[in-house]
């Protein structure tokens, strides 16, 4: 037994493919220390700087004070409690729908959604770059699972015309996790009402950060305001949010179904309520703290201007996912690594994450970056551009 599982590790790493875990001894910040070493990081999702925010650390302990540290029962047993409630309420206020439900994570959160509304009669429609929690949750629906290419949404019509299913489930992210390219919601809204598709939106990169007050990807301009009935909204509480979990906001037929039977929500303890106490807070300062955005905003342009005589191309994204296009995997790695001698953090991603001869740095930038931050990156890029 333990031989074959040794066999297919050292496989794995053979192919450089073996992952491992970094020890970080600091609280998320932009600079961080990792094994005991410095680090200016640009791999955090913590966009707006929140993860370690004093306000919500207040908060956090306020909760324990008020409800003690682990909610003790799943929601629908006795571990629902008021913070939740607060939470819930608070969250579908800001995202402009009637109700909204809260998940322990995202990935639990489209398990849940996606099974419950979809079954072996129904067909699930996703692209082709989604997050693997959509992909992992169409396959356990049982549903007819149909990808079409990224963003095409020709091909997505052609394949909502012609298949045959009870119930038609369009699925996609929000803002691509490894791209930072913004779906053509108002579009793939208008298809779906004309099909009759439900569309289910992860916005896990744009709540907290794209939107009028950070109110997430429906509230860009243009994008689908007021909210169709059939779309169903996701978005995460552990990236912008700078906390943990993740929530579905949508009708109220839809979440009394994900209550009644997402078996993700049903058969698993309730997150903290410290935790959604401390959401409340960071909800609030979403809302209120403009300069985050704005600040977010002008490290994207300067890394852009930064970048414009680079070898390397970014990818077209206004989002704090500045995906700098290497090409091939080797290169990448190098580059990933040079930076990293030089006390910068810069995940390289590779085949099979991403299409083949597509090899990239994933720069994430956040509010607390600082412009000479964002300068230290560009020169250290420049160094190792190659002569
Ligand atoms: C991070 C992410 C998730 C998962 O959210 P967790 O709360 O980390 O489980 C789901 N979808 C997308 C697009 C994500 O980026």
């Given at each position: 037994m333990f031989a074959d599982l040794a066999e297919q590790l050292r496989i794995r790493e053979q192919k450089g493919l073996r992952r491992t875990r970094q020890i970080a001894d600091?609280?998320?910040?932009?600079h961080i220390t990792i094994d005991g070493c410095d680090y200016l990081a640009?791999?955090?999702?913590d966009y707006l700087g929140l993860a370690n925010h004093p306000e919500l650390i207040a908060s956090a302990c306020d909760g324990a004070r008020l409800y003690?540290?682990?909610?003790?029962?799943s929601h629908l047993i006795n571990g629902h409690s008021a913070a939740h409630h607060d939470l819930e309420t608070a969250l579908a206020t800001f995202t402009g729908f009637p109700r909204a439900l809260l998940f322990s994570t995202g990935y639990m959160a489209n398990i849940g959604m996606v099974t419950a509304l979809a079954g072996r009669e129904d067909a699930v429609f996703a692209d082709k770059l989604n997050h693997a929690s959509l992909n992992d949750a169409a396959l356990l629906s049982r549903a007819q699972f149909i990808r079409y290419p990224h963003c095409d949404l020709a091909a997505l019509e052609q394949r909502l015309a012609t298949v045959q299913a009870r119930r038609k489930l369009v699925i996609s992210d929000a803002?691509?996790?490894?791209?930072g390219d913004i779906a053509p919601i108002r579009r793939l809204i208008e298809l779906c009402e004309r099909y009759h598709a439900w569309l289910l939106l992860d916005d896990a990169h744009g709540f907290?950060?794209?939107g009028e007050q950070g109110r997430?990807?429906?509230?860009?301009?243009?994008?689908?305001?007021?909210?169709?009935?059939?779309l169903v909204y996701m978005a995460t509480l552990?990236?912008?949010?700078?906390?943990f979990g993740a929530f579905v906001a949508a009708q109220p037929e839809v979440i009394e179904t994900l209550v009644q039977s997402a078996r993700s929500y049903i058969y698993t303890t309730a997150t903290p309520p410290l935790l959604a106490h401390a959401l409340l807070t960071s909800v609030r300062l979403i809302g209120q703290d403009e300069w985050r955005r704005e600040a977010l905003r002008r490290n994207i342009a300067q890394l852009k201007q930064g970048l414009q005589s680079s070898p390397w191309k970014l990818l077209p994204?206004?989002?704090?996912i500045q995906p700098l296009l290497i090409g091939d995997s080797v290169e990448a790695v190098r580059i990933s690594q040079g930076l990293r001698e030089q006390g910068i953090l810069v995940p390289a991603i590779r085949p099979p994450t991403v299409?083949?001869?597509?090899?990239?740095l994933r720069i994430s930038l956040s509010a607390t970056h600082q412009p000479d931050d964002i300068q230290r990156l560009v020169r250290a890029l420049h160094d190792l551009a190659p002569s």
């Open positions: 600091s609280s998320q910040a932009s640009f791999s955090s999702n003690g540290v682990g909610a003790g029962a803002v691509f996790s490894m791209e907290g950060v794209l997430g990807s429906l509230f860009l301009p243009g994008s689908a305001h007021p909210h169709s009935p059939s552990g990236k912008a949010a700078g906390v994204s206004v989002t704090p299409p083949q001869g597509t090899a990239r």
